[in-house]
C-alpha cells in the first residue's frame, strides 16, 4: 500500500503508484458551509503518518488479535439507542466505539475506529478516508468480521432493529448508494451461502482474562483440597476396619477356663 516516504513522514514513498495519488472532496468546509457537492477536483496527495499522532497516544497502535476475539463474543447484534453510544452491541462493538468487550465507553475507540486513526492522515478522516487503498483492506476485513459472527451466532433477521435507529440503518431502510436498491435486511446473512464469496482468515481465540484465571485457580485447588481430604478419609476408614478385624477373641472382660477351675466339685464331694 506504499511505504513512508523519506523526506516527508506524512507522505507515501515516491516508489509507491499510490504517492501520485490525489485526494478527491477535500473541501469539508466548503460542502458544509456553502452547500456545495464535491464536483471531483483533485486535491494534494495522499497523506498517512501511521501511530504518529503524539498528542493522542490511545492510537498510537492497531487493534490487537485479541480485541477481534472479544468483539466476536458479544452476543447481540444491535441494543438502543442502536448508535455510538451504545452497549453490548457487536455492530457498535465492531465499529469501534465500545470497549471490545462491548462495553460503552466514551473515551474508548477499537478495531474499525482505531484502525483508521493509527493512519493518522488521509485515511483517518471522514469524509477523505475512502481515498486511502488502504480504505478497501480495512473495510473488507471488517465485513470478514461481521461475516464470521453471522456464521457463530447464527441469528434470525429480526434482531436487526425495525426502527429507532439512525436514518438510513433500520431493517427495512435501502443501503446507500446501491443501485438497484438493496435493503439492509437482505444483507443480514452470510457471505459464501448466499453473496458468493468468503475469506480465508485464522480467528484468533481469546485469552483468559485475568479474574477468570484467578477463578479457576480457586476453584481447582478447592477441588484439590475436596479429593485429598476424601482420599485421607477412605485410608482411615480402611486402616480402621482392619485394626477390628484383628482384635482378639478373648479380652480381659472374658474369663478363661482355669479361672473357674476350682469351683467345678470333685467326684468325691457330688451328691448323691
Known amino acids: 500500500m506504499g511505504a513512508r516516504s523519506n523526506f516527508d513522514t506524512s507522505l507515501i514513498s515516491q516508489n509507491s503508484v499510490f504517492s501520485q495519488w490525489r485526494v478527491l472532496c477535500e473541501s469539508l468546509e466548503d460542502y458544509d458551509t456553502l452547500g456545495t457537492i464535491c464536483n471531483s477536483t483533485e486535491g494534494g496527495p495522499i497523506r498517512r503518518n501511521p501511530a504518529g499522532n503524539v498528542a493522542r497516544p490511545m492510537v ?8 477481534v476475539a472479544l468483539c466476536l463474543e458479544v452476543g447481540l447484534f444491535d441494543t438502543p439507542p442502536f448508535y455510538s453510544n451504545s452497549t453490548d452491541s ?19 475507540r477499537s478495531l474499525h475506529n ?4 493509527f493512519l493518522n492522515g ?6 477523505l478516508s475512502p481515498n486511502d487503498p488502504i480504505f478497501v483492506l480495512l473495510h473488507t476485513f471488517t ?22 435507529a439512525p436514518i438510513g440503518h433500520n431493517r427495512r431502510y435501502n443501503m446507500v448508494p446501491f443501485w438497484p436498491p438493496v435493503t439492509n435486511n437482505e444483507m443480514f446473512l452470510t457471505a ?14 481469546r485469552a483468559l482474562q485475568v479474574t477468570e484465571v484467578i ?8 477441588i484439590v483440597v475436596a479429593i485429598i481430604f476424601a482420599g485421607a478419609t477412605c485410608i482411615v476408614h480402611a486402616r480402621r476396619n482392619k485394626d477390628e478385624l484383628h482384635q482378639p477373641l478373648l479380652t480381659d472382660q472374658y474369663q478363661t477356663y482355669s479361672d473357674d477351675y ?5 467326684p468325691s464331694q457330688s451328691v448323691v
Open 60 to 67: 498510537q497502535r492497531l487493534p490487537e488479535p485479541q480485541d
Open 90 to 108: 457487536f455492530r457498535n462493538t465492531l465499529e469501534g466505539y465500545s470497549d471490545p468487550s462491548g462495553k460503552y465507553d466514551p473515551a474508548v
Open 114 to 117: 482505531l484502525a483508521h486513526l
Open 122 to 127: 488521509t485515511g483517518g478522516q471522514t469524509h
Open 143 to 164: 465485513d470478514a468480521l461481521f461475516d464470521e459472527w453471522l456464521r457463530r451466532h447464527n441469528p434470525d433477521n429480526s434482531i436487526f432493529p425495525l426502527e429507532n
Open 192 to 205: 459464501p451461502e448466499n453473496l458468493g464469496y468468503s475469506y480465508e482468515v485464522q480467528w484468533p481465540t
Open 215 to 222: 477463578t479457576i485457580a480457586i476453584v481447582t485447588a478447592l
Open 262 to 266: 476350682d469351683s467345678i466339685p470333685t
